[in-house]
Structure formats: structure tokens, C-alpha cells
């Protein structure tokens, strides 16, 4: 809902938003409400709050879109590619965006679906062989898997032979998600190929050794 503003509806809203932060005054009531709503216990839930109560009651509804257009990545759409933000305004959006899109991205996300997958990431130590995955929820609760080589591929096997099954059996409409899922097909050929050709240059370097 926050990025589904056109063009149009962006510089009006860029307008009075632009107005209200002339103000360091009016900039600190927005970080303060911001960092008062985030740090309180009913954060994450509280974000709609934030974004259709509290921001918009202080600084008006077309700056606070504008705000949260800004923090969730309104600017990467292609069609905004020649919208032009005022020097003078560039840091503090800028601080918005640092401090607070990944907040807002993750709020989003647990209201949606607290129990689903936020990010996943890797350890690996040198000394042995065990390879350490760390699996966020969006709820924040992380759990760790330690697993070897072996049990690590079985794992990405299982996954990706289970999702095969999904689409065999019409479990998911592939159509549906045909952009995301192509573009994902193809990193996967990529990383794939790229463990088959280190398989394959370490064997003939073996041999010839």
C-alpha cells in the first residue's frame, strides 16, 4: 500500500512533506514518534498505527505517504527514475531510510505473517567442516541449524524436490508468481553450475597432481 502511489500523487504528496521538515523542529517530532512507537511493547503490531494515525495526525496525510513511500523503496520504481529530491532533504531522508526501512519492512511483514521467514544466513568455520544456517522469523525468534556438507545438500534437495512437487501436483498456480520465480530458476542455474565447475576443476587438478 505504501509504494502505490503514481507519479502525480508522489510530488503533491513530496510537496507537503517537503513544507513540513523545513522545521529541525518538526524533523525531531517525527523521529521522536517514530522511536516512541518502535520502542514501545506494542511495536510491531503498532505500525499501522504509526503510519495511519500518528504520523499523518502531526504532519498531515500526504506527507506522512509520502514519508513511508520513501522508506520502503518508492524511489527504486522505474517510473520515478527522473523524480528529483531537494538537496537540502537528501540527509534526513536519508536517515529515515537507514534507520527505519527495515523496521517497517519486518513490521509489515509479521502483522502479515509473524511465523514466516524473515532472512536466513550462513557461518562456516575453517576448522571443520560443520556449516552453521541462522533462520529468522519475522517475529525476530531465530533457531540454528549445524550441519555438515552432506546433510546440508540433502537438506536443499528435499527443498527444492517438495517445491517441485508443489507445482506437479497444482498446489500453486506457477503463473502466478511466473517474474519471481524465473529470476529465482535462474540465480539457482547459476549457483549450481558454479559448484559443478569447482567439482570439476579440483578433479583435474587432482589427477594431474
Same mark, same amino acid.
Given at each position: 500500500?505504501?509504494?502505490?502511489?503514481?507519479?502525480?500523487?508522489?510530488?503533491?504528496?513530496?510537496?507537503?512533506?517537503?513544507?513540513?521538515?523545513e522545521s529541525d523542529f518538526n524533523k525531531q517530532?517525527?523521529?521522536?514518534?517514530?522511536?516512541?512507537?518502535?520502542?514501545?511493547?506494542?511495536?510491531?503490531?503498532?505500525?499501522?498505527?504509526?503510519?495511519?494515525?500518528?504520523?499523518?495526525?502531526?504532519?498531515?496525510?500526504?506527507?506522512?505517504?509520502?514519508?513511508?513511500?520513501?522508506?520502503?523503496?518508492?524511489?527504486?520504481?522505474?517510473?520515478?527514475?527522473?523524480?528529483?529530491?531537494?538537496?537540502?532533504?537528501?540527509?534526513?531522508?536519508?536517515?529515515?531510510?537507514?534507520?527505519?526501512? =527495515?523496521?517497517?519492512?519486518?513490521? &509489515?511483514? @509479521?502483522?502479515?505473517?509473524?511465523?514466516?521467514?524473515?532472512? #536466513?544466513?550462513? $557461518?562456516?568455520?575453517?576448522?571443520?567442516?560443520?556449516?552453521?544456517?541462522?533462520?529468522?522469523?519475522?517475529?525476530?525468534e531465530q533457531f540454528l541449524l549445524k550441519q555438515?556438507?552432506?546433510?546440508?545438500?540433502?537438506?536443499?534437495?528435499?527443498?527444492?524436490?517438495?517445491?517441485?512437487?508443489?507445482?506437479?501436483?497444482k498446489a500453486v498456480d506457477p503463473l502466478q508468481?511466473?517474474?519471481?520465480?524465473? =529470476?529465482?530458476?535462474?540465480?539457482? &542455474?547459476? @549457483?549450481?553450475?558454479?559448484?559443478?565447475?569447482?567439482?570439476? #576443476?579440483?578433479? $583435474?587438478?587432482?589427477?594431474?597432481?
Amino acid at each position: 500500500m505504501e509504494r502505490n502511489l503514481s507519479y502525480d500523487e508522489v510530488v503533491e504528496c513530496y510537496s507537503e512533506f517537503s513544507s513540513f521538515i523545513e522545521s529541525d523542529f518538526n524533523k525531531q517530532l517525527v523521529i521522536n514518534t517514530i522511536d516512541n512507537c518502535i520502542n514501545s511493547k506494542a511495536w510491531p503490531q503498532s505500525y499501522y498505527n504509526l503510519r495511519d494515525e500518528y504520523l499523518p495526525d502531526i504532519m498531515g496525510e500526504n506527507a506522512s505517504k509520502f514519508l513511508f513511500w520513501f522508506a520502503l523503496g518508492g524511489l527504486l520504481d522505474e517510473q520515478f527514475d527522473g523524480f528529483a529530491i531537494n538537496d537540502s532533504h537528501g540527509t534526513f531522508l536519508k536517515f529515515l531510510m537507514y534507520n527505519y526501512s =527495515e523496521q517497517f519492512l519486518r513490521a &509489515k511483514q @509479521f502483522n502479515i505473517n509473524p511465523l514466516g521467514f524473515y532472512q #536466513i544466513s550462513f $557461518t562456516h568455520s575453517m576448522d571443520n567442516e560443520m556449516l552453521s544456517t541462522y533462520i529468522t522469523r519475522n517475529d525476530s525468534e531465530q533457531f540454528l541449524l549445524k550441519q555438515n556438507v552432506k546433510d546440508f545438500s540433502n537438506m536443499l534437495t528435499e527443498a527444492l524436490r517438495y517445491f517441485s512437487l508443489l507445482f506437479m501436483n497444482k498446489a500453486v498456480d506457477p503463473l502466478q508468481y511466473k517474474d519471481i520465480l524465473l =529470476e529465482n530458476i535462474e540465480q539457482m &542455474k547459476v @549457483f549450481l553450475e558454479y559448484v559443478e565447475n569447482t567439482i570439476s #576443476i579440483e578433479e $583435474t587438478l587432482d589427477v594431474n597432481e
